[in-house]
Every structure is written in C-alpha cells, then in structure tokens.
Nanobody
Framework: QIRVAESGGGSVPPGGSLTLSCEASGYSSSFNWMAWFRQIPGKGREGIAAIWSNGGGTTEYADSVKGRFTISQGDAKNTIRLQMNHLTSEDTGTYYC??????????????????WGQGTQVTVSS
C-alpha cells in the first residue's frame, strides 16, 4: 500500500525559514513526479513546487514561491524536501505532499497526482 507522509510543519515569525519533508512509501520503484501543494484558508489547493525525478530532477515552481522555496530530493528514494525561506503571513496554510508514478502533464493541478499525504500545518505569525 502506497503511503505519503509529510513532516516538519510548525510556527515561525515573518521572515523565518522552515523545511518540510515528505516520504512516499510502499512503491519499489521511484515515483516519476513528487510535488508540494498548499491550501490557504479560503482558497483552493495550490501547486507550489514539483520535482520530476525521472527527468533528471527537473524542478518547477509557482510564481508565488519562486526564489524563496526550494524543492529537492532527499537522501532516500521517494523522499523530498521543501526549504522555505523569507516566509510571510500569506504562506500560512496546510502543506501537502503528492506523488505519482506516471508522467505528469500539468504539475500544478491536483488531478494529476494519485497519492497524497494528510498535510502539515505551517503558520507564519509574529
């Protein structure tokens, strides 16, 4: 059974940094794509960063996080991290990790990913 689990959420002041981790287990091969989405109160779930593992580690970012967030592959297979810097109150929300075994055409769309974690809360507040 494939499971996805996030960790590393918490509370930080504006301007602070936080690193999220994600592990996708139960699959003997490498997931083709893994990504981070977030849901901000009152808004839909937004794709913010993705990595194409079978595409040489190509990364994609939403404009809202480009230059502040970095997605990377972890040391173990099917693990990724999200380094978040220069956080603002607008980054507050629930962050989800997603994974898919197939090639993803539109990485920022939820429907492209089959496997999801339960989410981890990130709160940016003074």
């Amino acid at each position: 059974q494939i499971r996805v689990a996030e960790s590393g959420g918490g509370s930080v002041p504006p301007g602070g940094s936080l690193t999220l981790s994600c592990e996708a287990s139960g699959y003997s091969s490498s997931f083709n794509w893994m990504a981070w989405f977030r849901q901000i109160p009152g808004k839909g779930r937004e794709g913010i960063a993705a990595i194409w593992s079978n595409g040489g580690g190509t990364t994609e970012y939403a404009d809202s996080v480009k230059g502040r967030f970095t997605i990377s592959q972890g040391d173990a297979k099917n693990t990724i991290r999200l380094q978040m810097n220069h956080l603002t109150s607008e980054d507050t929300g629930t962050y989800y990790c997603a994974a898919d075994r197939r090639y993803v055409g539109k990485w920022s769309e939820q429907r492209e990913f089959d496997f999801w974690g339960q989410g981890t809360q990130v709160t940016v507040s003074s």
